[in-house]
C-alpha cells in the first residue's frame, strides 16, 4: 500500500456539515503521480474509490465508506494569454475556488466568475455540481476538463460539450461520468467588461454596493466585493455556520404544473401569493424555475419560524438563509438525513411538487 493512504480515517472533519463515518482507506493526493498509483492500488484490492474536494457538498453516513477515499489537493493555477481579450485560466482539482475567483478578478482583472465569489470548496467539484450563483455557471466558462478514469487508469480531456451541464448536474453525475476524477479545468475568461447582472437578486445586491461605494465603472474586484457582501448576509460564505450551502435544488416545472403551483399559493397563501413573482424565472426550455426557499417560507420550515428551533436537538435551518440546513453541534449524518426528508415530505403535502436534495450522498 503507498505510505500516503491510511487507514480507518474520520471522515467527519472533512466536510463542512461536520457529520460522517470513517474511510477504511484515506489519501490526501498532491500529485497525479500519488493519483495514478491510488487508482491501480485500489483496482489491485478490489476498491471502490470516493474523490472528495472541500466536503462543502456532501452527506457521508454515520456508517463511513468500504472504499478509498482520495482527498484531492493538487495544486496550481496558470493563466495563459490568448491575444485580444481572452485568458485562458488552467486550475488543478486542489486549488480552493474561491482562491481561483480573488486570482483572476484581483490580480488579472478578469471577468468570467466574479459572481462566483465566495463558494466554498475545491475547483475539481466545481464542473461536476455545475457551481451556480447570482445568474452565472461555472459551465458559462468552462472550456475543458483533464480527469482519470478510476477503473482504467486512463487520462483524457473532456471538452465542455461532453460535459453535459444542466442545472447542477453535468456528465460527471452519471453513472459513466462519476468513475473520472478530475484534475485539471480549464476556464476562459475575459478583460472585457461585462458586469453579468441579469439574476434580478444579481442586479440589486451588487448594484447597491457599487452605488453605496460611489463606482461608476465597476471592476471583476468590485463585483466579487459586491457579492462576497451579499453572500456574508446571508450566511453563505465559508466557515460561517456548519453546513452544506443550500440543502434543496429550486424546483423546475413544467408550464402547467407551475400554473397549479400557483393556484394553490394564491388560494392558500395570498400574502405570499403577492410575494411569488420576484421567486421563479422562466427557462428558455419555457419550463418555471421555482424558489424551494419561498416554498419553505410558506411552512413552519423557514428561517424565521424556526429559529433557535432544532430537529432532535441536532438539525436547525440557518437563521440568514430558509435553504441551508445548519449542523447545531452533535447532529448524526442521520439527522439530517431525516429532517431533510421531512422538509420534502412537508412540501410534497402542501404542494404537490417534489423538491430534490442538492448535497451528494457518500456512500
Ligand atoms: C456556505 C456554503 C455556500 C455554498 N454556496 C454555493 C453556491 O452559491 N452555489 C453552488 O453551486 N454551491 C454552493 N455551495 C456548495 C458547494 O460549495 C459546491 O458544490 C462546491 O463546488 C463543492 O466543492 P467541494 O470541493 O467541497 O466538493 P465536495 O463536497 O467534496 O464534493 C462534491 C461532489 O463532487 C465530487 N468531487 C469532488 N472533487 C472531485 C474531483 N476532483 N473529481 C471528481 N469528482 C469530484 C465528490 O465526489 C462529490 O460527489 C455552498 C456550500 C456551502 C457550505
Redesign the pocket.
Same mark, same amino acid.
Not at 50 to 58: A, F, I, K, P, T
Given at each position: 500500500m503507498p505510505s500516503y493512504i491510511k487507514e480507518n480515517i474520520n471522515l467527519a472533519k472533512?466536510?463542512?456539515?461536520g457529520v460522517g463515518g470513517r474511510a477504511r482507506y484515506f489519501a490526501e493526493i498532491v500529485t497525479e503521480e500519488e493519483l495514478t498509483m491510488a487508482i491501480e492500488w485500489a483496482n489491485t484490492e478490489g476498491l471502490k474509490i470516493?474523490?472528495?474536494?472541500?466536503?462543502?457538498?456532501?452527506l457521508i453516513g454515520d456508517g463511513g465508506v468500504d472504499a478509498l477515499v482520495m482527498?484531492?489537493g493538487i495544486q496550481g493555477i496558470v493563466s495563459e494569454a490568448r491575444g485580444g481579450v481572452e485568458e485562458y485560466v488552467h486550475a488543478c482539482?486542489?486549488e480552493l475556488?474561491d482562491d481561483v475567483v480573488a486570482t483572476a478578478t484581483e490580480e488579472r482583472a478578469l471577468w468570467g466568475i466574479e459572481n462566483?465569489s465566495?463558494?466554498?470548496?475545491?475547483? @475539481?467539484?466545481?464542473p461536476?455540481?455545475?457551481?451556480? #450563483?447570482?445568474g452565472a455557471?461555472?459551465s458559462d466558462v468552462v472550456v475543458s476538463v483533464d480527469?482519470y478514469h478510476s477503473i482504467t487508469g486512463e487520462k483524457r480531456t473532456l471538452e465542455v460539450s461532453e460535459c453535459h451541464f444542466g442545472y447542477?448536474d453535468s456528465f460527471?453525475?452519471t453513472d459513466e461520468g462519476?468513475k473520472?476524477?478530475?484534475?485539471r479545468v480549464t476556464l476562459k475568461l475575459t478583460k472585457e467588461q461585462q458586469a453579468n447582472t441579469v439574476y434580478r437578486s444579481a442586479s440589486q445586491s451588487i448594484q447597491r454596493f457599487i452605488e453605496s461605494e460611489g463606482i461608476t465603472m465597476p471592476t471583476p474586484s468590485d463585483v466579487r466585493r459586491a457579492v462576497l457582501s451579499a453572500?456574508k448576509n446571508i @450566511?453563505?460564505?465559508?466557515?460561517?455556520?456548519q453546513? #452544506?450551502?443550500?440543502f434543496f435544488k429550486n424546483v423546475i416545472l413544467e408550464k402547467e404544473e407551475f400554473v397549479r403551483l400557483r393556484a394553490i399559493i394564491e388560494e392558500n397563501y395570498a400574502e405570499k401569493g403577492e410575494q411569488l413573482s420576484p421567486w421563479h424565472w422562466t427557462l428558455l426550455s419555457g419550463q418555471e424555475k421555482v424558489s424551494t426557499a419561498f416554498l419553505m417560507e410558506c411552512t413552519q420550515y423557514n428561517k424565521t419560524d424556526f429559529k433557535g428551533k432544532t430537529f432532535n436537538n441536532a438539525v436547525g435551518i440557518s437563521p440568514l438563509h430558509t435553504l441551508?440546513l445548519i449542523n447545531c453541534g452533535g447532529a448524526s449524518s442521520d439527522d439530517i438525513s431525516a429532517f431533510a426528508s421531512e422538509i420534502i415530505l412537508e412540501i410534497k403535502n402542501t404542494f404537490g411538487v417534489t423538491i430534490e436534495s442538492?448535497?451528494?450522498n457518500?456512500p
Open positions: 472533512y466536510t463542512t456539515l470516493v474523490v472528495l474536494g472541500g466536503g462543502s457538498n456532501v482527498r484531492m482539482a486542489g475556488w462566483l465566495g463558494i466554498p470548496g475545491r475547483v @475539481g467539484a466545481t461536476v455540481q455545475n457551481i451556480n #450563483a447570482y455557471s461555472v480527469a447542477r460527471f453525475k462519476s473520472y476524477i478530475i484534475v453572500r @450566511g453563505m460564505l465559508p466557515g460561517m455556520l453546513s #452544506a450551502g443550500s441551508s442538492e448535497v451528494c457518500i
